[in-house]
């Protein structure tokens, strides 16, 4: 039977070539609109490491109080006093710090000028816990954080602008004016948001950081943040009179993270982290309640301190679905128009001894089948919206879009399953149709 009705379909929309192909056409529009932007969002909206991100937590302590911080939320970023506190109690299996800074890049050829070069500086645990991939050699040891050695990780981008793309590792390179041994080469890895350091840049789908220095080095060089710096104070750079009075001082510039792999370990550095806190109110250091923080890698990007998706791609995203419901509206009244013009036909079939299922069955067919046209035109002008969405959304977030298998798939369920729902009422109507009416009105 299913053969018979598709038969029919096909015999329909030979008849109705300019009804069927406006249906088509108002599907592969919407339904193209829809998932162009769907792609986008679920670009920057996605899990960056979703077979971790259950196991890495951002512990925050409000240094603030209660008279300073946003509406009860500790700072997003730690104290040099909570950060160095953390690290050293050393309470989780591995535990990171990281701020962003600005280093001059000597190359050792005369031909070459010197350069900017934006990096972070980190501890140790970094490249475990993000599960950074070395092109060659690998990250520092613990004991280099405790000696602040003079090493460095740079990027396979550095590594090829340099040293021509070779295994670099043992080389120096200079970084304002101090020399540092190369220990690792970063394989193409370029984590989208940059989740681990979203607080501490202005945009978190930016370039990767080309350099990665021993956090150690940094504070020991007194070396300045280059991301953000604020205090309680709301001053966004106070004027403190030297490097020991930043160490000292409440304001926030830096990001910690910590790995936790069970739910037992989860419990247990919470409670650590409110006694911490309670501990600093004993000492006097804080004068309110204990006021602290333990999020995972999606729980923190979705703080709205960040904004990490764009409001463009979900704004375009709520406008492309909107434009898919007026499509589809349209779409129900064609439908409407195109299975009522078939009444008399449909008498004759009930008259013969159809029944309404077999009405129901032959018009979701003939809607499924159009709905499936309207999914292959729809998958033409997906790919053709891809090509050019760089010019919409923001270029590094539009490069993130891909058109795989899974978009491609949805694509064609969104038009199949769109139509149907839109004929379901017309096919209703169609199949209330009464037989005697039509054959007298005929007679």
Same mark, same amino acid.
């Given at each position: 039977?299913?053969?018979?009705?598709?038969?029919?379909?096909?015999?329909?929309? %030979?008849?109705?070539?300019?009804?069927?192909?406006?249906?088509?056409?108002?599907?592969?529009?919407?339904?193209?609109?829809?998932?162009?932007?769907?792609?986008?969002? %679920?670009?920057?909206?996605?899990?960056?490491?979703?077979?971790?991100?259950? $196991?890495?937590?951002?512990?925050?302590?409000?240094?603030?109080?209660?008279?300073?911080?946003?509406?009860?939320?500790?700072?997003?970023?730690?104290?040099?006093?909570?950060?160095?506190?953390?690290?050293?109690?050393?309470?989780?299996?591995?535990?990171?710090?990281?701020?962003?800074?600005?280093?001059?890049?000597?190359? *050792?050829?005369?031909? $070459?000028? &010197?350069?900017? $070069?934006?990096?972070?500086?980190?501890?140790?645990?970094?490249?475990?816990?993000?599960?950074?991939?070395?092109?060659?050699?690998?990250?520092?040891?613990?004991?280099? *954080?405790?000696?602040?050695? @003079?090493?460095?990780?740079?990027?396979?981008?550095?590594?090829?602008?340099?040293?021509?793309?070779?295994?670099?590792?043992?080389?120096?390179?200079?970084?304002?004016?101090?020399?540092? %041994?190369?220990?690792?080469?970063?394989?193409?890895?370029?984590?989208? +948001?940059?989740?681990?350091?979203?607080?501490?840049?202005?945009?978190?789908?930016?370039?990767?950081?080309?350099?990665?220095? &021993?956090? !150690?080095?940094? =504070?020991?060089?007194?070396?300045?943040?280059?991301?953000?710096?604020?205090?309680?104070?709301?001053?966004?750079?106070?004027?403190?009179?030297?490097? *020991?009075?930043?160490?000292?001082?409440?304001?926030?510039?830096?990001?910690?993270?910590?790995?936790?792999?069970?739910?037992?370990?989860?419990?247990?550095?919470?409670?650590?982290?409110?006694?911490?806190?309670?501990?600093?109110?004993?000492?006097?250091?804080?004068?309110?309640? +204990?006021?602290?923080?333990?999020?995972?890698?999606?729980?923190?990007?979705?703080?709205?301190?960040?904004?990490?998706?764009?409001? !463009?791609?979900?704004?375009?995203?709520?406008?492309?679905?909107?434009?898919?419901? =007026?499509?589809?509206?349209?779409?129900?009244?064609?439908?409407?128009?195109?299975?009522?013009?078939?009444?008399?036909?449909?008498?004759?079939? %009930?008259?013969?001894?159809?029944?309404?299922?077999? =009405?129901?069955?032959?018009?979701?067919?003939?809607?499924?089948?159009?709905?499936?046209?309207?999914?292959?035109?729809?998958?033409?002008?997906?790919?053709?919206?891809?090509?050019?969405?760089?010019?919409?959304?923001?270029?590094?977030? @539009?490069?993130?879009?891909?058109?795989?298998?899974?978009?491609?798939?949805?694509?064609?369920?969104?038009?199949?399953?769109?139509?149907? =729902?839109?004929?379901?009422? &017309?096919?209703?109507?169609?199949?209330?149709?009464?037989?005697?009416?039509?054959?007298?009105?005929?007679?």
């Amino acid at each position: 039977m299913l053969t018979y009705y598709f038969d029919l379909a096909w015999r329909s929309c %030979r008849r109705s070539k300019a009804l069927t192909a406006l249906v088509v056409l108002l599907m592969g529009c919407g339904v193209a609109t829809c998932m162009v932007s769907f792609a986008v969002f %679920r670009a920057a909206a996605a899990d960056p490491i979703p077979w971790k991100s259950h $196991q890495l937590f951002v512990p925050q302590v409000d240094s603030f109080g209660p008279a300073h911080n946003w509406q009860g939320e500790p700072p997003i970023l730690l104290s040099y006093t909570d950060a160095v506190a953390l690290l050293h109690a050393r309470q989780a299996r591995r535990q990171v710090l990281i701020y962003g800074g600005k280093w001059t890049v000597l190359p *050792d050829d005369a031909r $070459q000028q &010197p350069f900017p $070069q934006e990096g972070d500086a980190v501890s140790s645990d970094f490249f475990a816990m993000f599960d950074a991939r070395f092109r060659y050699g690998g990250g520092w040891s613990v004991h280099d *954080d405790e000696q602040r050695a @003079a090493v460095v990780v740079i990027s396979s981008t550095l590594n090829r602008k340099l040293f021509g793309g070779a295994d670099s590792v043992g080389r120096e390179i200079e970084l304002d004016a101090h020399a540092y %041994r190369i220990v690792g080469v970063l394989d193409d890895w370029e984590p989208r +948001p940059r989740f681990f350091d979203v607080s501490s840049t202005w945009y978190p789908f930016s370039r990767p950081r080309q350099l990665y220095l &021993p956090f !150690s080095r940094a =504070i020991d060089l007194q070396k300045a943040t280059a991301g953000q710096f604020y205090c309680s104070t709301n001053t966004v750079d106070p004027d403190l009179p030297n490097w *020991d009075s930043v160490l000292h001082s409440e304001c926030a510039w830096i990001a910690a993270w910590v790995e936790l792999p069970t739910h037992a370990d989860v419990g247990r550095y919470r409670d650590w982290l409110r006694n911490y806190a309670a501990e600093q109110q004993r000492l006097g250091r804080f004068g309110w309640a +204990p006021n602290v923080r333990l999020s995972d890698v999606m729980q923190w990007l979705r703080q709205d301190s960040f904004n990490v998706v764009p409001k !463009s791609s979900a704004l375009a995203l709520v406008v492309s679905v909107s434009f898919l419901l =007026i499509c589809l509206v349209n779409v129900v009244g064609l439908m409407l128009a195109r299975f009522m013009r078939r009444a008399p036909e449909i008498g004759v079939r %009930r008259a013969l001894g159809a029944s309404r299922g077999a =009405i129901y069955r032959q018009f979701l067919t003939e809607a499924a089948a159009i709905g499936l046209a309207g999914g292959v035109l729809g998958l033409l002008l997906t790919a053709l919206g891809m090509v050019g969405i760089g010019h919409v959304f923001e270029p590094e977030i @539009a490069r993130l879009a891909r058109l795989d298998a899974s978009l491609l798939l949805l694509t064609v369920l969104v038009a199949l399953l769109t139509t149907v =729902i839109a004929a379901l009422y &017309p096919t209703w109507r169609a199949a209330q149709v009464q037989p005697a009416w039509q054959l007298k009105s005929n007679g």
